[in-house]
């Protein structure tokens, strides 16, 4: 089966910083297009970042947000800087199984909880 896995959610105090990453299980990341979303409380999922596959350009990036791949460990990261209580919201990776951003997302993991305690 097609799973996809996130990890290194907790809780961390603002300012502080995070890295999520995302795996996958039944097939390899390589090829294709990850993006990370999250949903805060209340509030609709929401896009954050995209690295496409093949080439891992970065679709988009917040400023505090760097998306990157390692193509060794076949690992797709959201490193999380200088957080902030807004960030607070399950992260989930996610793919169409293309190599290129946008589209939808077929396969998605379950989230990872980041909070940023205030």
């Known amino acids: 089966q097609v799973q996809l896995v996130e990890s290194g959610g907790g809780l961390v105090q603002p300012g502080g910083s995070l890295r999520l990453s995302c795996a996958a299980s039944g097939f390899t990341l390589v090829s294709y297009a990850i993006t990370w979303f999250r949903q805060a409380p209340g509030k609709e999922r929401e896009g954050v970042s995209c690295?496409?596959?093949?080439?891992s350009l970065p679709d988009s990036m917040k400023g505090r947000f760097t998306i990157s791949r390692d193509n060794v460990k076949d690992t797709v990261y959201l490193q999380m800087n200088n957080l902030k209580p807004e960030d607070t919201a399950v992260y989930y990776c996610a793919t169409g199984l293309s190599s290129r951003c946008g589209g939808v997302m077929q396969y998605w993991g379950k989230g990872t909880l980041v909070t940023v305690s205030s």
């Open positions: 690295i496409s596959g093949y080439d």
